[in-house]
């Protein structure tokens, strides 16, 4: 494996793209903050960060292999992975609290899943979702 993915210099410091992201965790532990704000934000790193997010492709295309290593990852191994892909998940005040979140990513955009095409599918699946639940009548979708 090539050393230049561990050199700190090289890599990719998602906590620059989360800043946001991280001040609204500092928040949380001093007052209640709505999960769906937290979505927003973690989705607002991945789309500057890969321009995608993990609503854009479908866990399903990952092997079981790769659902057994995510579920194993402690942060010290999440930190070497993401080092070896190029990627920092380390902020000013440790490991990024999203971290296996962000690992989701990095693996996705290993195994190539990161496609149009994929997200297309992925936004279809969340449509038929939304549409077969009692008392929707439409899904309004930004594009």
Same mark, same amino acid.
């Given at each position: 494996?090539?050393?230049?993915?561990?050199?700190?210099?090289?890599?990719?410091?998602?906590?620059?793209? $989360?800043?946001?992201?991280?001040?609204?965790?500092?928040?949380?532990?001093?007052? @209640?903050?709505?999960?769906?704000?937290?979505?927003?934000?973690?989705?607002? =790193?991945?789309?500057? =960060?890969?321009?995608?997010?993990?609503?854009?492709?479908?866990?399903?295309?990952?092997?079981?292999?790769?659902?057994?290593? &995510?579920?194993?990852?402690?942060?010290?191994?999440?930190?070497?992975?993401?080092?070896?892909?190029?990627?920092?998940?380390?902020?000013?005040?440790?490991?990024?609290?999203?971290?296996?979140?962000?690992?989701?990513?990095? &693996?996705?955009?290993?195994?190539?899943?990161?496609? @149009?095409?994929?997200?297309? $599918?992925?936004?279809?699946?969340?449509?038929?979702?939304?549409?077969?639940? @009692?008392?929707?009548?439409?899904?309004? =979708?930004?594009?």
């Amino acid at each position: 494996m090539s050393t230049i993915a561990f050199d700190q210099f090289a890599l990719t410091r998602i906590a620059d793209f $989360a800043r946001s992201l991280s001040r609204l965790h500092a928040l949380s532990r001093r007052r @209640p903050v709505d999960d769906d704000q937290f979505d927003r934000e973690f989705n607002a =790193v991945c789309l500057s =960060v890969w321009g995608y997010t993990t609503d854009d492709f479908s866990d399903e295309l990952f092997s079981s292999a790769d659902h057994a290593f &995510l579920d194993s990852l402690d942060e010290a191994q999440a930190r070497i992975f993401a080092a070896g892909q190029g990627y920092d998940l380390i902020d000013d005040n440790g490991m990024l609290t999203d971290w296996w979140g962000f690992c989701w990513m990095i &693996l996705a955009e290993k195994r190539g899943l990161l496609t @149009p095409e994929n997200r297309a $599918a992925a936004r279809a699946a969340i449509e038929d979702k939304y549409l077969a639940a @009692p008392n929707v009548i439409g899904v309004i =979708v930004g594009r």
